[in-house]
């Protein structure tokens, strides 16, 4: 014996020689048995199913898995795009079956795909919503070759499923096209706890102290000059995306919910006058601190509430 060949290996035969009356398959570096018992001859189209065993498979279509190799009981269904396991290679009338750990399933081409050897750089299960981590494009094709659009790093989708090209690549399949699912391009998203929203916006209103304040209809929402309320209705939009019911103080009165002034939070709307009728709004960044659009002389600052008590307070991140 030269070494032990695997069930499920495909040979290269290069002739049959025979020995006291049987039949043997030569083949590269000896022979071997032609006992049917033991070889199959594989069917005449083989060159549509894979023939070795990568360890993982992934479905290109909702495909069956069958508790035998023919292929006749079915154990359950296995969604698209869905990377599974594969533990070898049986054959039965010529065919090449995969084995998994409950049944088999098709090696049919047309059905599964080897998955590319750096799989492990890509997403292979649907995480919900994916973020860019960097700019990307948005693609109608699974290849990923007709661009639809630039996508801008920070740019969040909602995954509807993973599919796999036919050269093994996953994708993520989102509203629109196609997305790449290599981990250095796109993220799992998740959505910031209100602490850290508020972190944002507090960060970002900070960054404004000491821009001037402004009436005027052109400059008072920024991005360089703002009135009280254009302030928080820039901040919010930019920090979280989030838009305000209005850009005047009465207008953002109905923004979120009405809190204690004894409960604050970093994020919360001061606001100022009788309700329905407010004059001043300012964002309340936490140690009894407001940082605000406050008038035409002194710009964006930061105020003491001690100092300047507010009438009532909204929470925007609830």
Do not use: W
């Not at 499923?161 to 981990?183: D, E, H, L």
């Not at 706890?193 to 960054?207: D, G, H, Q, R």
């Not at 920090?239 to 409960?263: D, F, M, Q, Y």
Request: charge should be positive; charged fraction near 15%.
């Amino acid at each position: 014996m030269i070494k032990t060949i695997s069930a499920g290996s495909l040979l290269k035969t290069q002739g049959v020689e025979y020995a006291s009356g049987y039949p043997r398959f030569k083949v590269s570096g000896g022979y071997i048995t032609a006992n049917r018992s033991f070889v199959v001859q594989p069917t005449s189209n083989i060159a549509n199913y894979y023939t070795t065993n990568t360890g993982q498979i992934a479905s290109l279509t909702d495909i069956h898995v069958y508790s035998d190799v023919a292929l006749t009981k079915l154990v359950r269904t296995v969604s698209a795009g869905t990377l599974l396991k594969v533990q070898g290679i049986e054959y039965i009338s010529g065919y090449p079956r995969y084995k998994l750990a409950d049944g088999y399933i098709t090696a049919n081409k047309s059905f599964v795909v080897q998955p590319v050897s750096s799989i492990n750089n890509y997403y292979t299960s649907n995480p919900g919503e994916i973020s860019a981590s960097k700019v990307t494009h948005l693609y109608s094709d699974i290849d990923l070759t007709n661009i639809v659009k630039k996508v801008p790093a920070g740019t969040v989708y909602k995954v509807e499923k993973i599919q796999y090209s036919t050269s093994g690549y996953p994708r993520f399949k989102v509203a629109g096209g196609f997305i790449s699912a290599n981990k250095s391009i796109v993220a799992v998203y998740k959505e910031s706890s209100n602490t850290e929203k508020a972190n944002k916006v507090v960060a970002l209103a900070k960054t404004k102290i000491g821009d001037p304040y402004t009436q005027s209809a052109s400059g008072r929402l920024g991005p360089n000059s703002f009135d009280c309320s254009g302030f928080v209705y820039y901040v919010y939009k930019t920090a979280l995306g989030i838009v305000l019911p209005g850009t005047t103080t009465t207008t953002e009165e109905s923004a979120g919910k009405e809190v204690s002034l004894n409960t604050l939070k970093p994020g919360d709307l001061l606001f100022y006058g009788t309700r329905g009728n407010t004059y001043h709004v300012g964002i309340y960044e936490g140690n009894g601190i407001m940082v605000h659009a406050a008038t035409p002389e002194e710009g964006v600052k930061e105020t003491a509430i001690k100092y300047y008590e507010p009438s009532f307070a909204r929470r925007i991140l609830n």
